[in-house]
């Protein structure tokens, strides 16, 4: 009956703390004033995107946590239901993906120029790098997860460049983003975009 408790116990503070960290990503991105520098322009995640993409998580989140407790339930009388645990941890994992996209996109800033095909890399405190983006076009990978999950099919674009340098952007970035779809239309005009399955899309 005590390890019951613990699991039951381990479980809830799981959903809990990842719930609590999904949410202090999200409120990051609240507010959305579309930041214009000298003919760049900021591409970033729409609040309104972010908030149903985090909306839509939890759902998964939701139904993980209820396979994995009719499983701690039934599980040891009926061990046909362990079958479900994989699938448990997969929607459950949904969470700490979206999480990383969270903090990709906090973490790097990227500017673009429509008209120059250039745009201004920054990631983190290290000094902004201009680059000729769509002069410098070596091959472009779109990361995706092996299916859609609420509505969402998770991925990045992996942009590598002649210069070694690479630029990932998640698909917080896709949806709704005027700025964002008309750089990846300059781009699947010049090179082909390669899709990969990933079972867990981390950038």
């Known amino acids: 009956m005590l390890r019951l408790i613990l699991i039951l116990s ?21 507010g959305f004033h579309q930041q214009r520098y000298d003919g760049y322009v900021l591409i970033e995640p729409l609040p309104h995107i972010v908030d ?26 009926a061990r046909i239901l362990l079958l479900f645990l994989p699938i448990s941890m997969y929607l459950i994992l949904q969470v ?9 996109s906090t973490r790097q800033r990227v500017w673009y120029n429509a008209l120059t095909g250039e745009a201004i890399l920054q990631k983190g405190k290290l000094r902004p790098i201009k ?41 917080l970035l896709e949806k709704d983003n005027p700025v964002f779809l008309k750089l990846m239309e300059s781009i699947s005009d010049r090179v082909k975009i390669t899709r990969i399955k990933k079972l867990f899309p981390f950038i």
């Open 10 to 30: 381990g479980i809830f503070i799981l959903g809990f703390w990842l719930t609590r960290s999904l949410r202090l990503r999200v409120d990051r991105f609240t």
């Open 52 to 77: 149903q993409t985090y909306k839509s998580t939890l759902k998964s989140l939701g139904i993980g946590i209820a396979f994995l407790l009719v499983i701690v339930f039934l599980g040891v009388r």
């Open 96 to 104: 700490v993906v979206l999480i990383n996209h969270l903090q990709h």
């Open 131 to 171: 680059i000729n983006l769509l002069g410098n076009l070596q091959a472009v990978e779109c990361i995706e997860d092996v299916q859609k999950n609420q509505g969402n099919l998770i991925c990045y674009y992996k942009i590598k460049l002649t210069t070694g340098q690479d630029i990932r952007l998640s698909f």
